[in-house]
């Protein structure tokens, strides 16, 4: 059975910064691609970020230059850095498990919320 575990999510003022850590555990070895999506109210989820167990890495235009996706394969971690947040980031973001083609397994999700 896999399991991601997210955390780090909150509440934050434009142009602050968060850190979003989602960690797997169970069978996962044949999955290589891990990663983040995010779903705001009356919108579809959206893909922010992934990055491959090579370390390709592939963003959101959306976020391009503002967020750093990476991993620690030895923790089966991977991190979302977000700087320079905007409103219009505030979503719900998931953790996501899978290759590059599909997503297998997801996160329970973490609010962030970016308000003045």
């Known amino acids: 059975q896999v399991q991601l575990v997210e955390s780090g999510g909150g509440l934050v003022q434009p142009g602050g910064s968060l850190r979003l850590t989602c960690t797997a555990s169970?069978?996962?070895?044949?999955?290589?691609?891990m990663g983040w999506y995010r779903q705001a109210p009356g919108n579809e989820r959206e893909l922010v970020a992934s990055?491959?167990?090579?370390?390709?890495?592939n963003y959101a235009d959306s976020v391009k230059g503002r967020f750093t996706i990476s991993r620690d394969d030895a923790k089966n971690t991977v991190y979302l850095q977000m700087n320079s947040l905007r409103p219009e980031d505030t979503a719900v973001y998931y953790c996501y498990l899978g290759t590059a083609a599909t997503v297998a397994y997801w996160g329970q999700g973490t609010q962030v919320t970016v308000s003045s």
């Open positions: 169970g069978s996962i070895y044949r999955l290589n691609a």
């Open positions: 990055i491959t167990n090579g370390g390709r890495t």
